[in-house]
């Protein structure tokens, strides 16, 4: 598996507009575009920081996977993705290494990307994901 950067970390929060006002006091970046994301129910806010970004995740209703992270965990880290070269490659690599995969196959992330989730029990409690832009 070839892979290439940190591409973000996904951070689950209950209010984007609220939690921006946090990331452009704090570090000074300008606003994020945001996206509605249909499949996973999220809407997504990202912004740049050097070579990586932050992806900030709002559940659209009450059954995403946001919205069941935060009421279990509460706001906070989701997820870390890595880009890859070859998402499919990549899959096939970690299944024979006998990772739970989340997504097979992969789907469509934001801003066109597409992405597969790795179980966080096969990473130590951390949500893994791989995209490929």
Known sequence: MNTIVIDHVGIAVNSIDESLEFWEAALGVSRADVETVEAPKVRTASFQIKDSEVELLEATT????????????????????????????????????????????????????????????????????????
């Open 62 to 133: 009450p059954d995403s996977p946001v919205a069941k992270f935060i009421e279990k965990r509460g706001e906070g880290i989701h997820h870390i993705a890595i880009r890859v070269d070859d998402l499919e490659k990549a899959l096939s690599e970690m299944e024979n290494r006998g990772m739970k995969l989340i997504d097979e196959p992969p789907r469509k992330g934001a801003r066109g990307a597409l992405i597969a989730f790795i179980h966080p029990k096969a990473a130590g409690g951390v949500m893994l994901e791989l995209s490929q832009l």
